[in-house]
């Protein structure tokens, strides 16, 4: 059975940092699977944030560009979140599986998900 936890939400002002992490558990080799991250504010559809394959390599919506960074160490990975803005704010979902790179930004593409971790950008 597969699970996938986040952690590391919280609230901070504008301009402040936060760090989420996730692990997932597989069950089985997961040396072929990419991990990411996607968001969900109320009333707007889930979005892509940033994602990375097994290799390394790594995908980020524009959005987030400069701002954000995801790392990975086998099944776990980390995103930590700078220059935060208001626009931040939503449910942050970890999500893994065996994904084309064309489609690491498309939440339907993803078959394992997490229960989600609230960021909040407010002053």
């Known amino acids: 059975q597969v699970q996938v936890a986040e952690s590391g939400g919280g609230s901070v002002q504008p301009g402040g940092s936060l760090s989420l992490s996730c692990v997932a558990s597989l069950g089985y080799d997961y040396s072929d699977y990419s991990m990411a991250w996607f968001r969900q504010a109320p009333g707007k559809e889930r979005e892509g944030v940033a994602a990375?394959?097994?290799?390394?390599t790594t995908r980020y919506a524009d959005s987030v560009k400069g701002r954000f960074t995801i790392s990975r160490n086998n099944a776990k990975i980390n995103l930590q979140m700078n220059s935060l803005k208001p626009e931040d704010t939503a449910t942050y979902y970890c999500?893994?599986?065996?994904?084309?790179?064309?489609?690491?930004?498309?939440?339907?593409?993803?078959?394992?998900w997490g229960q989600g971790t609230q960021v909040t950008v407010s002053s």
């Open positions: 990375i394959e097994a290799d390394g």
């Open positions: 999500a893994t599986g065996r994904v084309a790179y064309w489609l690491l930004l498309n939440s339907e593409a993803w078959p394992h």
